[in-house]
């Protein structure tokens, strides 16, 4: 195994030039159809490198759904989209065993996971034995019907969406589930300017249509180059410092957040932040992760990973305000 100190950062940032040629293709193709949101785009880029599901919420008529729907189309893949409902059933996601009487027996009818991009529309709508079959196709990266074990595409990614501010007929995510998802990003309304462009596109009826510039061949090789990027000893000392003192506030010298916090992050949340690191140091079409990597990705990585408690939400305290006092406080290497 190579050693740490013998990885040759120039040779790494040369092949990372070549090889991260294509972001820069997916992130125009994005911008022609989707106004502003840039967090956005880059987030999904993120979690499309660092293979890691994103969970996006925001009010209705953000371009959460055509993000996701650009993001497949740019990227020549098979895409699929849930309406996630009440009454949604297992086996409308994952599929189910059908009797044929041609072949006499039963045989498998594959159900809309079975894409490499599933949109899973207003997640939080769908009862708990729903949340429980996507699950296991998120973390296992399979799906059981019957008595057999399928594996599902390469690359899979599940992108799901949540509305805020409508709680009638949902259910919240099971914290098992949300910390399957390596990013939570929240969007925010557009500014005047792209909210002008976005009225003169639709009055106009001229909708740009992306087209595939990617093949998910090429994903699949991106990702293994993601997980050679270079991320020091320092840094990851910087990852784990951030993740403990989620959970141990007092020892960063924030005492005061100890009664605000239920509980932090996991060890899953420390993977994903390096993971999330590394992609972003990629797309940045750097062959290290710098400090600034990680600031960049944490808000997004952190937040639905921090549990608070009945007293923060007395106080009116949310999780991004207990990330960002966490980031201003651990020492930066």
């Known amino acids: ?25 997916l992130t125009m193709e994005m911008g022609r159809v989707i106004v502003g ?22 009010v209705p008529g953000l371009a959460k759904t055509l993000a996701i729907s650009t993001l497949s189309r740019s990227i020549d893949a098979k895409f699929a989209r849930i309406q996630f409902t009440p009454d949604l059933l ?36 769908a009862p708990a034995k729903v ?24 690359p899979f990614l599940v992108l799901a969406t949540q509305n805020p501010i409508e709680q009638e007929g949902t259910y919240p995510l099971p914290e098992a589930q949300v910390d399957r ?28 249509q992306a087209k595939a510039v990617v093949k998910p061949e090429d994903i699949m090789k991106a990702r293994e180059v993601v997980r050679e990027v270079y991320l020091d000893e320092k840094i990851e000392h910087y990852i784990v410092d951030i993740v403990f003192a989620t959970r141990r506030p007092e020892d960063y010298g924030m005492s005061t957040f100890k009664p605000l916090i239920g509980y932090g992050g996991s060890p899953r949340a420390s993977i994903s932040l390096a ?24 808000m997004d990585v952190l937040r639905h990973r921090v549990g608070l408690t009945y007293e923060a939400e007395a106080e009116n305290v949310t999780a991004e305000q207990i990330v960002t006092e966490i980031l201003n406080r651990v020492e930066v290497p």
Do not use: W
């Not at 100190?5 to 040779?11: A, L, P, Y």
């Not at 790494?12 to 030039?17: C, D, F, H, T």
């Not at 009487?101 to 599933?118: C, D, H, M, S, T």
């Open 90 to 125: 297992p086996a409308d996601l994952v599929g189910t065993m059908i009797y044929s009487q041609k072949q006499e027996a039963f045989e498998v009818k594959r159900g809309p996971i079975f894409a490499n991009f599933v949109l899973a529309d207003e997640i939080n709508r």
């Open 37 to 58: 949101q840039k967090h956005l785009v880059e987030s999904l880029l993120v979690g499309l490198l660092a293979d890691g599901h994103v969970l996006l919420e925001g």
């Open 181 to 208: 998802f390596m990013l939570k990003v929240c969007l925010d309304y557009p500014d005047k300017g792209e909210e002008q462009r976005i009225i003169r596109e639709n009055i106009t009826g001229e909708f740009p």
């Open 275 to 298: 993971m999330a690191a590394k992609a972003y140091a990629f797309i940045k079409r750097r062959g290290y992760v710098v400090p600034e990597d990680v600031r960049a990705v944490s």
């Open 1 to 25: 195994m190579e050693e740490r100190g013998s990885v040759d950062v120039r040779e790494l940032n040369a092949r990372i030039e070549r090889e991260s040629g294509f972001v820069d293709l």
């Open 131 to 154: 949340q429980s079959a996507l699950l296991e196709a998120m973390q296992e990266r399979q799906v059981t019907i019957g008595e057999q074990t399928y594996p599902l595409p390469k």
